[in-house]
Nanobody, 120 residues
Framework: QVQLVESGGGLVQAGGSLRLSCTASGRMFRINNMGWYRQAPGKQRELVAVITIGGSTNFADSVKGRFTISRDNAKNTVYLQMNSLKPEDTAVYYC??????????????WGQGTQVTVSS
């Protein structure tokens, strides 16, 4: 069983910063891509940022230049540093990981979500 546990969400004023963390645990052989999605009320879930096992990154156009993503492979943890936050960044942020588990197909796993609210 693989579990992803997120932390770091909260309420912040526009222009502020937050850092999200997500740690994977369980019987894992290897974690490939890790990243973050978000879902605002009434909207579809959208990809925010992704980082490969080698450290290559990709971002949604709406967050480029403001958000950074990093990972600590020794700790099975991915981080999302969010700067210059805007009210439109308000959403539930979900961590995900593509995990290889011995004896089972590679699968996507999701965190429970953490609320980020940016006030104007």
């Amino acid at each position: 069983q693989v579990q992803l546990v997120e932390s770091g969400g909260g309420l912040v004023q526009a222009g502020g910063s937050l850092r999200l963390s997500c740690t994977a645990s369980g019987r894992m052989f290897r974690i490939n891509n890790m990243g973050w999605y978000r879902q605002a009320p009434g909207k579809q879930r959208e990809l925010v940022a992704v980082i490969t096992i080698g450290g290559s990154t990709n971002f949604a156009d709406s967050v480029k230049g403001r958000f950074t993503i990093s990972r600590d492979n020794a700790k099975n943890t991915v981080y999302l540093q969010m700067n210059s936050l805007k009210p439109e960044d308000t959403a539930v942020y979900y961590c995900y990981a593509v995990v290889e588990v011995v004896g089972t197909p590679t699968a996507h796993y999701w965190g429970q979500g953490t609320q980020v609210t940016v006030s104007s």
